[in-house]
């Protein structure tokens, strides 16, 4: 880094001056981006937001707007437009949008928290030397999302519980099918169980069943 910081400074880019600069929040959730916009002073100027670089992570991470000439100028005023995904450029406080006679500082907001939701499913249960196993089954809108079994707070035996989708991950925009299980002990024969989702409260028949070999 040290050798990278002390080569020369390019000829053909300068820190220009910008009029206005946002943070705003991406599609995806906790996901951020810069937008920044002004007037750049040649018509052919390219402009770029460009991070600095740190050694270890700053309170707010400066981020220079930068504009660069390619061959001859030519001096006019134009107008620019130009963002940049703040993904693993944010300080622990923020950003600081840096301009040629001035710069911005922006709080990025904290991530939100993604609370789990009611899914929907299709249900099996079997009790099996002792203990209850059941299962749910279904296809979800796209990969990246946890699906899970979650007992309800509530002091009743046998134990119901909640079925739980985490959309907080990412993953490809295609119909994902899923199966999870869960499981309680039981010394007596249980009838059946009661599992909850988007649907409402579904009374599931507990099969008897045998170990194998």
């Given at each position: ?48 937001l ?21 061959g ?55 009790q ?14 796209r ?11 509530i ?27 869960g ?31």
């Amino acid at each position: 880094m040290k050798e990278f910081l002390e080569a020369p400074v390019s000829e053909s880019s300068r820190l220009i001056d910008f009029e206005k600069a946002e943070v705003i929040q991406g599609i995806v959730p906790d996901r951020y981006i810069l937008v920044v916009s002004g007037m750049k002073p040649y018509l052919n100027m390219d402009v770029s937001l460009i991070p600095r670089i740190y050694a270890r992570q700053p309170e707010y991470w400066g981020i220079e707007v930068v504009g660069t000439l390619r061959g001859i100028g030519l001096p006019a005023l134009a107008p620019y437009h130009v963002s940049l995904p703040l993904d693993g450029v944010i300080g622990t406080q923020g950003i600081e949008v840096i301009g040629a006679n001035r710069s911005e500082k922006f709080d990025v907001p904290p991530k939100t928290e993604v609370k789990p939701k009611l899914s929907v499913g299709y249900y099996r249960a079997v009790q099996i030397s002792g203990q209850v196993i059941f299962s749910a089954t279904g296809c979800l809108r796209r990969g990246g999302i946890r699906v899970f079994f979650e007992q309800k707070p509530i002091r009743i035996f046998p134990p119901e519980y909640d079925l739980l989708q985490d959309d907080s991950g990412f993953g490809p925009d295609v119909l994902t099918p899923f199966c999870v299980l869960g499981s309680f002990n039981a010394d007596e024969p249980i009838k059946s169980i009661f599992l909850h989702d988007a649907r409402g409260r579904h009374e599931v028949v507990v099969e008897q069943g045998e170990l194998a070999g």
